[in-house]
């Protein structure tokens, strides 16, 4: 199984003791592969979340109009955790986003794109509403303070992680999608393998 986790490029250097919450975070992801696996559980490809609750977040989106997963009730939602210069898997899991729409039809209209910056010592509003509004003008970028950063994280189990590159950096995280109906109800986390066919099937199943 690929893990859902990015691997440090070569020559990164970590420190040699293991991070005690990055432990956590990881045994806390191994929980949630485990949910959803009862007999009456929806055929999925992805990770059935039905039996988790529900995390939040307190951001701002890139006009600086203060943001909670509630604003967003009535629709539902594909959540992402990235920053702007990664260099494949948030482009790769954007322009995934954008098929996956293509692929529901009439029933894309209602599904709401967030993408969450663990980088906003970097992604300031202008570079995260450019970033977002090159793959889809209707995606929405929210970013926060470190600590706002760090809650939204801890509250979706999601792990990330500054990874000195020579003289900069770049950000271990967690590579899944999440995604929320429309009672803002967590419901199912899409694999970063996944198809774009795979997540629409997905998508189908739960909403």
């Known amino acids: 199984m690929h893990s859902p986790f990015l691997r440090a490029p070569a020559g990164a250097t970590r420190a040699a003791a293991p991070d005690p919450r990055r432990r956590l975070l990881l045994s806390s992801l191994a929980l949630l592969a485990l949910a959803g696996c009862g007999p009456d559980a929806p055929k999925l490809i992805g990770m059935d979340l039905s039996d988790m609750p529900t995390g939040d977040f307190q951001l701002q989106d890139t006009d600086g109009r203060e943001r909670r997963l509630a604003d967003y009730r009535?629709?539902?939602?594909?959540?992402?955790?990235?920053?702007?210069?990664?260099?494949?898997?948030?482009?790769?899991?954007?322009?995934?986003?954008?098929?996956?729409?293509?692929?529901?039809?009439?029933?894309?209209?209602?599904?709401?794109?967030?993408?969450?910056?663990?980088?906003?010592?970097?992604?300031?509003?202008?570079?995260?509403?450019?970033?977002?509004?090159?793959?889809?003008?209707?995606?929405?970028g929210l970013r926060g303070t470190a600590e706002q950063t760090r809650a939204a994280a801890q509250s979706f189990k999601v792990f990330y992680q500054k990874v000195p590159t020579g003289s900069s950096y770049t950000m271990d995280h967690t590579a899944l999608t999440y995604i929320i109906d429309a009672e803002g109800k967590l419901r199912l986390a899409l694999r970063h393998q996944q198809s774009a066919q795979e997540c629409a099937q997905d998508l189908r199943t739960v909403l």
Not at 108 to 116: G, N, Q, S
Not at 130 to 135: G, P, V
């Open 74 to 140: 009535g629709q539902p939602v594909m959540l992402f955790f990235g920053f702007t210069q990664c260099p494949d898997i948030c482009p790769t899991a954007l322009t995934r986003a954008i098929e996956i729409k293509g692929l529901l039809g009439a029933d894309a209209e209602k599904l709401k794109v967030l993408f969450i910056t663990v980088d906003p010592e970097r992604d300031t509003p202008e570079i995260l509403r450019a970033y977002t509004q090159a793959f889809d003008p209707g995606f929405v």
